[in-house]
């Protein structure tokens, strides 16, 4: 069965320092890749999403994700953190076999000011 | 503009109880509907998904069931909760016949917490 796996469960970090989360998957064929984030308190939302074409994808409030196939990755990026981006994130991947995504366990970001 | 709405916010039932959440969708004709469960700790969980009225696929067996009366209208329900049943519940819509494009929109959510 396909899988997603997202190795950092907690992050913390400064004001203005780089973030790189990691993300996984297990499906070997065709897949839709998606950052969700969820605010505390808020709806989980869409960061950005890769279905083809540049691997690298730009997204919301800075963020980018590069699409690695060869390494089935999808790691998500910003290279200077607000205190702002303090959320969960959730690394998702849909097979073209499946109608629904996949997720992993999630990525709990605390950025200190 | 499409809007998806969840109710209750929160819910805390004893084990045994019964169970109805709702979610409906607005904006929108003949989406996909999902229900998702996130558990402390965890990633969210993919229970049910319908592509039509009365169309309920379920990805996991369990103790709970769901139902699309209406279009815009999907429903989570138990008919004896169990303590395991405790979490974060997620209705999700994406747009029929896209192919590749499932990008999914969430509600709110639904805490359900079981004694």
């Known amino acids: 069965a396909q899988s997603v796996s997202q190795h950092n469960h907690h992050v913390i970090l400064s004001e203005a320092a780089s973030l790189e989360l990691g993300c996984n998957y297990s499906?070997?064929?065709?897949?839709?890749l998606f950052w969700y984030v969820q605010y505390p308190g808020q709806h989980l939302q869409l960061l950005l999403k890769?279905?083809?074409?540049?691997?690298l994808v730009k997204g919301i409030k800075g963020f980018e994700a590069e699409f690695i196939k060869s390494k089935f990755s999808f790691n998500l990026r910003k290279p200077s953190v607000q205190w702002s981006d303090t959320a969960e994130y959730f690394c998702a991947v849909k097979d073209t076999g499946r109608r629904a995504l996949t997720f992993g366990s999630g990525t709990r970001l605390q950025v200190q000011p | 503009s499409q809007t998806i709405h969840q109710w209750p916010a929160t819910l805390v039932q004893p084990v045994g109880s019964p169970l109805s959440l709702e979610c409906t969708v607005e904006?929108?004709?003949?989406?996909?509907l999902y229900w998702y469960r996130q558990a402390a700790g965890r990633g969210l969980q993919l229970l049910f998904y319908?592509?039509?009225?009365?169309?309920i696929s379920s990805e996991v067996p369990q103790n709970l069931s769901a139902s699309r009366p209406q279009d815009r209208q999907f429903i989570l329900s138990s008919k004896k909760l169990l303590l395991s049943d405790s979490g974060f519940y997620l209705c999700a819509w994406s747009l029929r016949g896209s192919a590749g494009y499932n990008e999914q929109f969430f509600g709110p959510g639904t805490r359900l917490t079981v004694l």
């Open positions: 499906y070997g064929g065709t897949v839709n």
């Open positions: 904006g929108t004709s003949n989406p996909n």
């Open positions: 319908s592509v039509g009225i009365g169309q």
């Open positions: 890769y279905f083809s074409g540049d691997p």
